[in-house]
């Protein structure tokens, strides 16, 4: 079915709908109230809830069609140089088997959307629980983690880097640039790589 005729009506107006339904449970449980909702033509929409002590946000945007959130402390996570955080943030929270291979969801079609909408509150409220409480200590964990996953991304992506340009060097027998850039990230290096370091080493 063509997603972009299977919405029963303005593909924005379900995705509110569906988010007061799905999400209905900030308000009962929580004491949260929808404080705005952001509306940019037909490429993005957010929901706004907010209680005494915590917001959330939900958006979904174009062209990914993308569902996620996030959730933070009044006052502290909603300051122009803070994010909050995102459901994958919450996931190091929670060592729920339902969510191990949990990927952003992606909503085109109006099923898609119908059905991923209740799984997103529906980790919200499991993974997020303490969270929504606006326990401070439960926040400063997952601030922890998502420094160190940040981290982590950021030595891989120095790693991978570095391994491209170190095999451009081997291919081009230049083993002095060879060792610059794997000298840096020598004890990530696999066994053979290490060899080829010391190999590199040994014919300057």
Not at 6 to 34: C, Q
Not at 158 to 180: G, P
Request: charged share 30%.
């Amino acid at each position: 079915m063509d997603d972009r005729t299977d919405f029963p009506e303005d593909r924005f107006v379900v995705y509110e709908n569906l988010v007061k339904s799905s999400f209905a449970f900030l308000v009962e449980g929580y004491g949260f109230e929808i404080s705005n909702i952001e509306r940019i033509g037909n490429s993005y929409i957010a929901l706004k809830y907010l209680s005494n002590k915590v917001f959330v946000n939900l958006y979904y945007s174009s062209p990914r069609f993308e569902l996620d959130f996030y959730i933070g402390r009044v006052g502290i996570e909603d300051k122009p140089d803070k994010d909050g955080f995102t459901s994958n943030d919450l996931l190091f929270l929670s060592d729920d088997a339902r969510w191990i291979d949990y990927k952003l969801y992606s909503a085109h079609s109006y099923e898609n959307l119908r059905k991923c909408l209740p799984m997103l509150a529906e980790l919200l409220k499991v993974c997020g629980a303490n969270c929504l409480k606006g326990e401070s200590s439960v926040y400063e964990k997952a601030l922890f983690e998502k420094k160190r996953n940040i981290n982590q991304w950021g030595k891989e992506q120095e790693l991978k880097q570095a391994k491209k340009a170190a095999s451009e060097a081997w291919k081009n027998k230049d083993y002095n640039r060879f060792i610059e850039v794997f000298e840096p990230v020598a004890n990530e290096l696999s066994a053979s790589e290490k060899k080829k370091l010391n190999y590199a080493r040994k014919h300057l």
